[in-house]
């Protein structure tokens, strides 16, 4: 699971939850995988995140060394800032773990780097 | 006055003879998302029998861009002429404006010509013939192999399967200029394809719904009933980021029963990510869930999608579920919970296409573009059937046939209005398709139930 996906999930599915976000995460094994790198797509991104939960989950899985605390104006054309968020939204994968609700504490596996965000029949 | 001629090129397509009542469609989503607009006069002509059509466009360029991503045209040609007969084909091509052609039957450019009938089979000498009688004046060298310019004479003798008349209906005379993708049909088959399931889309079909989703480079694309992930490769190969969730925790983990009938287990690596690397496009790969797709509150904010393509489940080969209980007051203690299958129950296809129409009401961004398919039985199938959202404007609706009475309709609508982050379910079905059977009961049923005598609980027993 990539941190861009992380940023994007709640856990208000579960029934009685408010918020369900961010979503803690416990990594038990954390991957980099590279991918090429499109400013494009990542500054079209940009304004979708939240940018202090990925902060916070960069640091959850530590990879938060050279990732901003927030978003420099004009990111656009801030390569070396464009760089590190594609880094930190699409090479930073969990690959086990679990991804932590932070109202409830009900863990979503997360393994071979799918996360499972099913619920039980007595959660929805 | 020359650039008025110039700007308004007339351009021959040639469809290849399958999906035709996708054509038009097609056509017009790909000429929307180069951002141009096709003269409705253009496709308001287009008899459907026949794989020809002529169109305008701006530019030589933007005929190429469109063409050259369609998965229905086979070829696009600079029309110099066309008739119905060689007699006003060959007049109107004496009178071509010299300055037009004259570049390309130049000394210095070596050329090929063409002929071919549509539904008949031509002989040489007749080939021979017509070729010597064009009134075309060619200076260049004939050269089969990669020639400078490739001209095309086209005649049209009806549909296949018709009888042939002796002389054509249509005849046209163009320049080729590009081919569209019917190549990459073949290098997306699905036969080569590592990691399949029992309703993995075919890779034609696949790039057509990536077509009409408009998916281009660097946008965001969701499928909320991946399977194998065939509609995200197809996305993925035009440069749209894929992500996806199935409820199908087995399949998922390449755990599940495989679907080669010569293959015993799934290898643990067959996976939507695996299908990608095969093609070289793991780098839009963002991430696969296990999730249930009623669930909407998964995500944390809207306008998040540029596009949603998606084959819902039909209940045919796939079922159609969802986590909930069957009696209301259900509890789990905290030794049922390890390891707990959570219980699945029935979605009712009408829920799902409500939920679906909701969820992009909600989750796609202003303009981004929603396709789905919509199983129907032909003899009960009316438009009113299709469901509708307040802030969704249906684009097109076209039919694909699977059998005499039963096919499946391509649904792409349009995000028009900005939502205000607020609920927007107010999806909803003038006519409930499936309401008096399920698409199951229909499809297995050679003849309609009849309502009131139900044998629903024969049906129950085999869908579970």
């Known amino acids: ?124 | 006055m020359s650039a008025s001629i110039k700007t308004c090129q007339k351009y021959l397509l040639q469809f290849a003879n399958e999906h035709v009542d996708f054509r038009t469609a097609e056509l017009t989503a790909l000429a929307n998302l180069y951002g141009t607009t096709l003269k409705e006069d253009n496709l308001l002509h287009h008899n459907i029998k026949s794989p020809f059509l002529e169109v305008e466009f701006a530019s030589e360029h933007l005929a190429k861009k469109i063409a050259g991503r369609s998965v229905l045209i086979k070829s696009l040609y600079e029309l110099w002429s066309s008739g119905s007969s060689y007699e006003e084909l060959n007049r109107k091509l004496k009178h071509l404006p010299a300055y037009l052609i004259a570049p390309y039957l130049k000394q210095d450019q070596t050329f090929r010509i063409q002929v071919d009938g549509y539904n008949k089979k031509l002989v040489q000498t007749d080939k021979v013939r017509k070729i010597e009688d064009l009134p075309l004046d060619f200076k260049g060298k004939v050269q089969l192999k990669e020639p400078d310019n490739s001209f095309h004479l086209l005649e049209y003798y009806g549909s296949v399967g018709e009888q042939p008349p002796d002389n054509p209906y249509a005849v046209y005379f163009g320049r080729w200029l590009a081919d569209g993708q019917r190549d990459r049909i073949g290098q997306y088959h699905l036969q080569k394809r590592h990691f399949i399931g029992n309703t993995s889309m075919d890779a034609g079909l696949s790039m057509l719904m990536s077509n009409m989703g408009q998916v281009q480079r660097s946008r965001l694309v969701f499928d909320p009933f991946v399977g194998t992930g065939s509609l995200l490769v197809a996305c993925a190969h035009h440069g749209g980021y894929v992500a996806g969730a199935d409820i199908d925790y087995l399949l998922l983990h390449a755990k599940g029963k495989p679907s080669r009938h010569n293959q015993k287990k799934r290898a643990s690596d067959e996976s939507v990510r695996a299908n990608l690397q095969q093609y070289g496009l793991s780098q839009y790969y963002i991430d696969i869930l296990v999730a249930d797709s009623s669930k909407q509150s998964l995500w944390r904010t809207s306008q998040l999608f540029d596009a949603i393509i998606t084959d819902p489940p039909y209940g045919i080969r796939e079922g159609a579920k969802k986590i909930g209980a069957e009696n209301e007051d259900c509890y789990l203690t905290e030794e049922d919970k390890d390891g707990h299958v959570p219980q699945r129950i029935n979605y009712q296809l009408s829920d799902i296409f409500k939920d679906l129409l909701n969820f992009a009401a909600k989750y796609l961004r202003q303009n981004g573009r929603l396709v789905y398919w919509f199983p129907v039985y032909i003899p009960d199938y009316r438009e009113e059937n299709i469901p509708t959202h307040p802030y969704l404007k249906l684009v097109s609706n076209c039919e694909q046939r699977l059998t005499a009475k039963v096919a499946r309709r391509l649904v792409t609508m349009e995000k028009i209005m900005n939502d205000t982050g607020g609920e927007i379910n107010e999806a909803s079905i003038a006519i409930d398709h499936y309401e008096d059977a399920s698409f199951r009961q229909k499809y297995f049923q050679p003849n309609r139930p009849t309502p009131n005598t139900s044998n629903s609980s024969l049906i129950r027993k085999t869908e579970k």
């Not at chain 1, 780097?113 to 619920?119: D, E, K, V």
């Open chain 1, 1 to 124: 699971m990539k941190l861009l996906t992380h940023n994007m999930l709640t856990s208000k599915i579960i029934k009685g939850v408010q918020q369900g976000y961010p979503l803690g995460i416990t990594a038990t094994k954390v991957d980099v995988k590279e991918v090429d790198f499109n400013p494009d797509f990542v500054s079209r991104m940009i304004p979708k995140l939240d940018w202090p939960a990925l902060c916070k989950a960069a640091e959850d899985v530590g990879h938060s060394a050279e990732l901003p605390k927030e978003v420099v104006p004009e990111y656009e054309t801030n390569e070396e800032f464009l760089k590190k968020a594609h880094h930190v939204l699409l090479q930073v994968e969990v690959i086990e773990g679990n991804l932590v609700c932070p109202e409830s504490g009900r863990k979503f596996p997360v393994n071979n780097g799918i996360p499972n965000m099913l619920l039980n029949e007595d959660e929805v």
